[in-house]
């Protein structure tokens, strides 16, 4: 079993930057790609970012490609979300995922999560 927990949330203006951060706890010694996931109101949860267990894969969905990063730090159990220039269309509840394997293909859809974050709130200002 593994807990995720996520911190960082909050409200900020456009074009403005949050860091989101995501702490494992529990059975971390296992090798689970990390996601970031997020779901607006009304609207199906969706996909973000990525990142792979050991090669440093990433992956993003399009809309936030070179305004997001994910990064990990395994010594800290912990996986990031940096994100820049937010816009209004980016608020969300983010939810921080772990995958069904290593690779960042075992955390890109909801069917292969195994495990998931109980959410952080962002909220973008116009």
Avoid: H
């Avoid at 593994?2 to 494992?24: D, H, I, P, Y």
């Avoid at 772990?98 to 909220?123: K, S």
């Amino acid at each position: 079993q593994v807990q995720l927990v996520e911190s960082g949330g909050g409200l900020v203006q456009a074009g403005g930057s949050l860091r989101l951060s995501c702490a494992a706890s529990g059975r971390t010694s296992s090798r689970y790609a990390m996601g970031w996931f997020r779901q607006a109101p009304g609207k199906e949860r969706e996909f973000v970012a990525a990142a792979s267990w050991n090669d440093g894969s990433t992956y993003y969905t399009n809309s936030v490609k070179g305004r997001f990063t994910i990064s990990r730090a395994y010594a800290k159990n912990t996986v990031y979300l940096q994100m820049n220039s937010l816009k209004p269309e980016d608020a969300a509840v983010y939810y921080c995922a772990a995958g069904t394997g290593p690779n960042v293909r075992d955390v890109v859809t909801t069917v292969r999560v195994a495990y998931w974050g109980q959410g952080t709130q962002v909220t973008v200002s116009s």
